[in-house]
């Protein structure tokens, strides 16, 4: 649920970011460059937290089937 939770905040700054930047009258290319660099550095992370997230779940399950052995 967290996880979810985490991708959905993302996404929602994401197009937060979008209206913002590419939302204006008169557009800057640095402005559209650090945007784009923006979506990929958050991709990046998101993709990161998720593993480390799973990863725990994963030992948590693997744990609990070890006890009951």
Do not use: C, E, R
Not at 12 to 26: A, I, R, S
């Amino acid at each position: 649920m967290a996880s979810l939770m985490l991708w959905l905040s993302a996404i929602f700054f994401g197009m937060v970011l979008t209206v913002v930047v590419l939302g204006d009258p008169n557009p800057v290319h640095d402005n559209f460059y650090g945007y784009l660099l923006f979506i990929v550095l958050q991709a990046i992370t998101g993709v990161i937290i998720f593993m480390l997230i799973s990863s725990m779940i994963i030992g948590q399950i693997g744990s609990s089937f070890l006890n009951l052995i």
